[in-house]
């Protein structure tokens, strides 16, 4: 408000700064949604395997909270069996929980929705009440006993492949996105991909190594892995039973302090040379029994 006057007059004029404020709080949420994104991204590096569930539980909570959302959920698509399931949930305070309620959900129930997610964009619906009875029936049907007001769900892509969705529901209010706010999500549906592909090498890496290692452990055959130090990794039953050791009194130490005679300082460097560069190299020694 300006003023200004001549006598006993007084002029003023009003600008409104009501567009200019909300832009300002648009602005600033947004900037707290990437700090957000930033913190939950921060969380998933080196975490081990076994806490990937409980962080994106975790990270889920964060994200449907700072949107102001009532639910927030990831599903994982099956189009071999043509439907989806409900594998991840988060539900504010007095918001029933549904995702005993959504699995294996069949495909063709939500054709548009998934349409979308293959055209690697989100489907929003600021009012349900908007969908047509008919046309959406399968999805009302689904929809409306959750009491869902507003809704939207991100797919998440990996390379080419749709493996699934992040999406977030209003119950309480209805709630319209922005852009910024549906690329962030975009982005938090990518990282939660990563987190998740993580997952799955590492136990498929470990399963492996399981393998190998009963392989090993039954062989007749002795099996010793060292380090470049000629230091005890690991040890199989065989070389235990033969050396009359626990495996636990082999690991870090080295041959000679056990149960290896005397080898030349010579072909110890050469066996080692040849370790580092990924060679075979085969030698005969003779062991003391414990």
Not at 209 to 220: D, L, V
Request: with cysteine; net charge negative; proline share 2%.
């Amino acid at each position: 408000l300006t003023c200004f006057g001549q006598g006993d007059v007084r002029y003023g004029t009003i600008l409104d700064n009501t567009e200019e404020k909300l832009l300002e709080k648009n602005l600033q949420s947004e900037v707290r949604l990437q700090e957000t994104l930033i913190e939950i991204a921060s969380q998933y590096i080196n975490i081990e395997v076994e806490e990937v569930g409980e962080i994106i539980q975790e990270s889920l909570e964060k994200m449907g909270r700072f949107v102001e959302a009532d639910r927030a959920y990831i599903f994982d698509y099956d189009f071999y069996e043509n439907n989806c399931s409900n594998t991840y949930e988060w539900c504010k305070e007095g918001i029933l929980p549904e995702i005993d309620n959504l699995q294996e959900v069949p495909i063709d129930a939500i054709p548009y929705w998934v349409n979308k997610h293959r055209k690697g964009e989100a489907f929003f619906v600021h009012d349900i009440r908007q969908l047509d009875p008919i046309e959406d029936a399968a999805l009302l049907d689904i929809l409306a006993p959750q009491d869902i007001k507003s809704l939207i769900t991100v797919p998440m892509v990996d390379g080419d492949e749709l493996i699934g969705f992040v999406g977030f529901d209003s119950v309480e209010k209805f709630h319209t996105y922005s852009e910024m706010e549906r690329n962030l999500l975009f982005l938090f549906g990518q990282m939660l991909i990563n987190i998740r592909n993580r997952q799955k090498w590492e136990k498929a890496l470990r399963l492996q190594e399981e393998k190998f290692r009963n392989t090993i452990a039954n062989m007749n055959l002795g099996l010793l892995e060292v380090d470049l130090q000629g230091r005890i990794i690991f040890a199989n039953q065989s070389v235990c039973d033969m050396a009359g050791y626990h495996l636990d009194e082999l690991k870090g130490h080295a041959l000679s302090e056990l149960f290896v005679k005397h080898v030349p300082i010579d072909y110890q460097l050469k066996l080692i040379d040849t370790m580092a560069r990924d060679l075979t190299e085969s030698m005969v020694v003779e062991v003391i029994n414990n």
